[in-house]
């Protein structure tokens, strides 16, 4: 069993910067950021293998967007630079139980319950 929780989320101006933690609890494989904007699907933001040799990120947020993990403190984190309001949207972590996987949400078992990120422009 695996225990995601989110952090770091809140209300930032265009152009602010926020980090986003995931601390895991219990072993982990490949992790990833989603978001799900209102009346919207959920989509992927990045996805991270267990060893970090294999990291994909959304088109979107190429460039702006930096995925980490702190192995001794089993956290994941989400930098998130240059923010725009499209980036608004609920931010979930995501555990897999395979040690790479891709972009879709059915690949992933457990969830955290998620942060808020709100852009303003």
């Known amino acids: 069993q695996v225990n995601l929780v989110e952090s770091g989320g809140g209300l930032v101006q265009a152009g602010d910067s926020l980090r986003l933690a995931c601390a895991a609890s219990?072993?982990?494989?490949?992790m990833g950021w989603f978001r799900q904007a209102p009346g919207k699907e959920r989509e992927f933001v990045v996805v991270?293998?267990?060893?970090?040799?294999?990291?994909e990120y959304a088109d979107s947020v190429k460039g702006r967007f930096a995925v980490s993990r702190d192995d001794f403190k089993n956290t994941m984190y989400l930098q998130m630079n240059n923010l725009k309001p499209e980036d608004t949207a609920v931010y979930y972590c995501?555990?897999?139980?395979?040690?790479?996987?891709?972009?879709?949400?059915?690949?992933?078992?457990?969830w955290g319950r998620g942060t808020q990120v709100t852009v303003s422009s």
């Open positions: 991270r293998s267990w060893s970090g040799r294999n990291i």
């Open positions: 219990g072993r982990t494989y490949a």
């Open positions: 995501a555990a897999a139980t395979r040690n790479v996987a891709g972009t879709k949400s059915q690949e992933y078992r457990y």
